[in-house]
């Protein structure tokens, strides 16, 4: 029964949110605040029925009830508990599910924590977030439900695609969701403006902290997924620009301009119309990523015209709300009063050319993944866009922004002065200076972009720092007095330094990866051995090992450095007699900041192993600098003036306190 | 689920879990085997998502990657390896397209994206400086010592 509950729950939600999508946007209209009152109790109400929806799901799954279809093919009794439990949103019914619940989330949190906004606002808000909610319930109501029943019901399931039999489906696809479905709140926010006419000071104070949310969410999401590609796809690739990599990486690019023109928005009331429009675009292409992903579109065109309902569904979701946004921005927008002007030289002109770069740069990577999808679509002509071309593209763009990403905190606001910026960047400017130097001597005649990749890199990193030197003072006070100013500083100032260190890591991670990597491939007998820059690695053997549904056939390395023991690495393959298929499990073995990499190959008759050994530099940089960048958005989320409900100058405690 | 959907196919195309590269292909010439390399990047696996012929463990990549070796191994260059592997499989094979009509959009919409950016971002500059002219003609000699005054009396 519980699964018939489950549905109905859904359906209940559906018409829930039917009503909240409509009556307080009437009620808004009429000015009738018996009708907005309407929306915050609503959106709790259907934040609990697709809870109950989603709960009810995962007990079939933790039941093993393969009267359910959706558990049936996806899961299995001998599974472990975490993968049956992951197991519901790895599959496309499951994870819309966990889609419209995060939704719901979300809409709850503005009801809840939205108070303070002004009434009118809060009901259309709302009521635009719970259309979108309308929208995909229905979609999952009569495409996608997972709660259909099998008559005669098996005894045992299907099991999950093993490759998804990993830690990283418990992590990655739910930050991920909350990073994409979170820029709904924005989207709302921003509809609610355009429907209203106005942008409030309430508006510009509620869209930061709701778009960072989602963008750490969203960065810590895709370094996540990149991680678990890296280890599980067995050639040490950590980005493909594949096109369901790149719909998360669109919304990234969008959300992290949103974030830097919504600054401007907030203090200094300029660039609104922009931030408006951002907005609309970064949810517009979370929706896109999720119609690319979920249609099968990406397959094959073919594919997708062969069974269409479900594409064809989120495609008129798309139209409708995309179309509808932009006409609406169309609309409305000449009518929103201009935000204040500001010179070109200054930290919002220095933010304008952030966004120049990273909306280009979006540009690039939207356009790369669906211009192959559309150009079959229309003329039937077949090519590839792949990696080649991105990297191409996107280097060109990024590389001016880095230059300038330095100078941006250290520009004042309304009228900057770029000499000065650049005479305190020289301290900056002489690490990189140094660092190409140095791996200009140390490469001797590598490609002569890689010193300079280096040097910007730690530009990047330097340039970072340098604010928060200068405002503490550090070097120059002593170090209890800098400690105290540090302590005084925003959060957000250290939040932009945190995430613009990030920024330069993952760089570094980037470089050292890509450039220096190095690769053996080998067929090994056992005894014989395989050696890679200071390490040589033994074959000892194959053993093999019995796991919970699946059988191990590890290979057993021992590494030296030196001739010293350092460790043994077990790359496997792991067979899962349930779907007769397997899966090659790779060995890691960190090493600082860098990576040993082995994965095997065939085991041939004669008793020899192919592998594929890397070493891999600097290449954990790539996602610590992502998990700091992820610091970074939490501080500047923690920052006083977003806490507390009115923008107020946050006053330093160290200027209060004895030591200045 | 981004991930999980190439991850689930890639499983399904690769039942055979192999290495992208296998020992036995690699051929002894250096040189020849680091173009190899380095052209395999540029070429897609046909039968796989968006994967190169480097990366992909399908039979058909390994076919592929024995295929430009043995053209290089005969003395072709990169471009008649390419160019040969267009005209047998079609322009798909590409994963880097070749410029022509149908693909101008594609080349030259980053291009045209930041150049309409940039135009929007000087009409922005001007509008700034048109409005401070206007500004500074509003205010005379004697309305700016008036307020330089009243600022300064604040002050004290």
Redesign the interface.
């Known amino acids: 029964m519980i699964a018939e509950f489950g549905h109905y729950a859904l359906v209940l939600a559906f018409a829930l949110a039917l009503v909240q999508a409509s009556v307080p946007l009437a009620g808004a209209r009429k000015n009738d605040p018996v009708l907005m009152a309407v929306a915050g109790p609503t959106a709790l109400a259907q934040f609990c029925f697709i809870a109950f929806a989603f709960a009810a799901l995962i007990i079939c799954y933790v039941r093993s009830d393969f009267s359910v279809l959706n558990v049936f093919e996806n899961s299995h009794s001998a599974k472990p508990l975490v993968y049956k439990l992951t197991g519901v ?2 599959n496309h019914e499951g ?1 819309m599910l966990l889609w419209v619940f995060i939704l719901s989330i979300f809409g709850a949190l503005v009801a809840l924590f939205g108070a303070n906004l002004p009434a009118r606002l809060k009901a259309n808000v709302l009521a635009v977030q719970s259309s979108i909610a309308a929208a995909f319930l229905l979609f999952i109501l009569i495409t996608s439900n997972p709660f259909l029943r099998i008559p005669e019901a098996p005894f045992e399931g299907r099991d999950l ?4 039999q990993d830690p990283g ?1 418990a992590i ?2 739910p930050l ?2 909350v990073g994409y479905v979170g820029l709904s709140i924005s989207f709302s926010f921003a509809i609610a403006a355009l429907i209203d006419g106005r942008i409030d000071a309430a508006w510009a104070r509620w869209v930061r902290p709701w778009t960072l949310l989602a963008w750490i969410f969203l960065t810590l999401g895709i370094a996540m ?1 990149s991680y ?2 890296y280890y ?4 040490g ?1 950590w980005w ?6 790149n ?2 990486l669109v919304p990234w690019l969008a959300a992290t301009a949103l974030l830097h023109s919504a600054l401007v928005m907030e203090k200094r009331d300029a660039l609104k119309v922009w931030t408006i429009l951002l907005a609309l675009l970064t949810f517009s292409f979370s929706l896109i ?1 999720t119609f690319l ?2 249609s099968g579109v ?2 094959s065109v073919h594919a997708f015209a062969n069974d269409p309902t479900r594409g064809v569904f989120i495609l008129g979701i798309l139209a409708l709300f995309i179309g509808g946004s932009l006409a609406l921005f169309a609309l409305r927008a000449p009518m929103l009063k201009q935000g204040g ?4 030289v200054s930290r919002e ?1 220095a933010l ?2 952030n ?3 990273l ?3 979006c ?2 990577v939207f ?2 993944t669906v ?1 192959p999808l559309a ?1 079959e679509a229309l ?1 039937g ?9 991105f990297n ?2 996107f280097a060109p ?1 990024f590389i001016p922004l880095l230059v300038v990403v330095p100078f941006g905190p250290l520009l004042a606001w309304k009228r900057g002065d770029l000499l000065g910026v650049a005479q305190r960047l020289v301290g900056a400017a002489a690490v990189a200076v140094i660092a190409v130097a140095v791996v200009f001597a140390m490469e001797g005649g590598g490609p002569i972009l890689v010193p300079f990749a280096i040097g910007l890199a730690l530009y990047v990193m330097a340039g970072a720092l340098t604010e928060i030197v200068e405002r503490t003072g550090l070097l120059r006070v002593p170090l209890a007095t800098a400690f105290a100013r540090a302590e005084g500083l925003p959060r957000s100032a250290w939040g932009a330094a945190f995430a613009h260190f990030g920024l330069g890591i993952t760089l570094l991670g980037v470089i050292g990866e890509t450039q220096w990597s190095l690769e053996r ?3 090994l007998r056992p005894g014989q051995s395989i050696s890679i820059r200071r390490y040589d690695l033994q074959f000892d053997g194959m053993a093999t090992r019995q796991g919970p549904n699946y059988r191990d056939l590890a290979a057993h390395f021992t590494v030296r450095r030196h001739g010293d023991i350092v460790g043994v690495m077990e790359p496997a ?1 792991r067979n899962f007699p349930s779907r007769a ?4 499990q790779t060995a890691l073995m960190t090493r600082g900041v860098s990576q040993l990499y082995l ?4 085991a041939n008759p004669d008793g020899s192993l ?3 050994l890397y070493y891999k530099p600097l290449v954990l940089l790539i996602w610590f600098g992502a998990l700091v960048m992820a610091i970074g958005g939490v501080l500047s989320l923690s920052d006083r003036r977003l806490r507390v409900g009115a923008p107020k100058p946050a006053r330093s405690k160290a200027a209060l306190s004895p030591a200045e | 689920m981004r991930r999980l959907l190439i991850v689930a196919l890639l499983t399904l195309l690769a039942v055979p879990t192999a290495i992208a590269v296998e020992p036995d292909e690699i051929i002894s010439d250096p040189a020849l085997e680091s173009r190899a390399r380095a052209l395999s990047k540029e070429l897609r696996c046909m039968v796989c998502q968006n994967q190169s012929i480097d990366d992909s463990d399908a039979p058909l990549a390994h076919d592929l990657r024995v295929l430009v070796r043995e053209r290089l191994q005969a003395g072709e260059s990169d471009q008649q390896v390419i160019d040969f592997l267009v005209a047998r499989y079609g322009e798909f094979v590409l994963l880097r397209p070749r410029f022509s009509w149908h693909t101008a959009l594609l080349w030259f919409g980053p291009a045209t994206i930041l150049i309409i950016g940039a135009f929007g971002v000087l009409v922005l500059a001007r509008r700034y400086r048109a409005t401070r002219a206007a500004e500074q003609e509003t205010l005379t000699a004697a309305e700016a010592d008036r307020l330089s005054d009243i600022l300064r009396g604040g002050r004290q």
């Open positions: 949103w790895g994870s695609n093993p490759v998804l489906l990655h696809p991920l969701y997924g678990w590609a599980t796809l067995g050639w690739g493909f620009w594949d096109p369901v990599e719909a998360s990523g992903v979920r990406l397959t002007l500001f010179a070109p002109g304008v050319l966004n120049l770069f909306v280009s740069a540009a690039t356009i790369g211009y150009l003329t002509d077949k090519i590839s866009v792949g990696a080649p071309f191409a593209t763009l491939i080998a067929e393959k298929t397997a899966t090659s994965s095997l190959g065939d192919a592998v594929r």
